[in-house]
Structure formats: structure tokens, C-alpha cells
């Protein structure tokens, strides 16, 4: 490991310790080095990404929906499963190993993986109805941790 030294605005800094202070990170150092991590990642570092930047890859999936040079996009036929709940397995997976996520983690867990499989992303409405019905069949129960959404998985 490197050492490194910055310097953050009051604001910033002081945002970082509450989340600190509500053990949502270990310590200040976590937090960096976790935030460094993810948005390396998306610049295009790790094996995840094959050393393609997330922008690179969002363009890639607009790019290859366009179907000529003057820019028309190609009408994709959109096929539809039966499940009763939309994106129930997408949310389930993004919850992996833990019991507990942030609202906007399991959103933006959910985008990765729509845009990996090569689909479009999930609309923020389209997500929020899907955890409310998972929540109304008992399969998640909502959290409120200060001024954010948290989600348990119930089992």
C-alpha cells in the first residue's frame, strides 16, 4: 500500500464522519479507500471492467443500438417474462451476502448488472414499485436510517 494525503472542504469532511458515526464505514481511511476503489472501477480499473471505463461501455450499448448513420435507433422487440414481481431477481441478487443494503446501492448494483447483461437500465419509478411490492409480499422490509432508505431481506 501507497500512503496518501488529502486535503477535503469542511463540508465534505464533515458528511464523510457522519457516515463513520453511523458505522456505515470503519473508519475515514475505509471510506477513501473504498470511494477511490469504486470510482477507479469506473474509469475503467479491475477485472470487472476489462479496463473499459463505464462511460465507454454505456456508449458501446448506444452505439450498438443504432441502426444507421444517421443516427435512427433500431426498434428492439421487448420480450416479457411472467413474474409477477418486476425485477425481483435483480434486487434478490444485488443483495448477495448481506442483510442489509441502502436504497441507492441496490439501484445502482441493479444498473450495473442491467448494463453487463447488455439491457437497458431500470427506471428509478420502475425500481422503486418493484421494492414496494417485495415489500408488500414480505420478501423486504423497509428501513428508515436518518434521511436514507435502507432495505432488509427478509428470509
Known sequence: ???????????????VQKLVDENNFESIESFVKQATFLLAELHGFGEQTKGKGLNDIIADLIISKIG?????????????????????????????????????????SCQFAMLKQGNPPVTKEEFARSLKQMEEAG???????????????NE
Open 139 to 153: 420478501i423486504l422490509t423497509q428501513i428508515k436510517q436518518g434521511e436514507k432508505m435502507m432495505w432488509k431481506r
Open 1 to 15: 500500500m501507497k500512503p496518501m494525503e488529502i486535503t477535503l472542504p469542511e463540508g465534505l469532511y464533515n458528511y
Open 68 to 108: 444507421s448513420s444517421k443516427g435512427e435507433i433500431q426498434k428492439v422487440k421487448t420480450v416479457v417474462k411472467d413474474f409477477k414481481i418486476p425485477n425481483k431477481d435483480l434486487i434478490i441478487e444485488s443483495f448477495s451476502s448481506s442483510k442489509f443494503m441502502f436504497e441507492d446501492a441496490i439501484f445502482a
